[in-house]
């Protein structure tokens, strides 16, 4: 039997570039998996983390970019 788990003990988090000036409202990501994109809530940084498929990500930042939605 095999685990999907990633563990992600020593993985380094990047914040989100749309942070806003306090620190919240904002998720992380962490880069360089091989197929994945783990994003976590930067206000739980112990919380869990929910994995997308890389694809499935870079479609999300693409649809939000082309969107021009206003930053509050």
Known sequence: MT????DLST???R???YTNGDGGNCVEVV???PGVVPVRD???PHGPAIVFPAAAWA???SAVKGAALPRS
């Open 31 to 33: 880069d360089g998996l």
């Open 15 to 17: 914040k989100s570039t």
């Open 3 to 6: 685990s999907n788990r990633i």
């Open 59 to 61: 479609s999300f930042v």
């Open 11 to 13: 993985a380094v988090w």
């Open 42 to 44: 930067s206000k739980d």
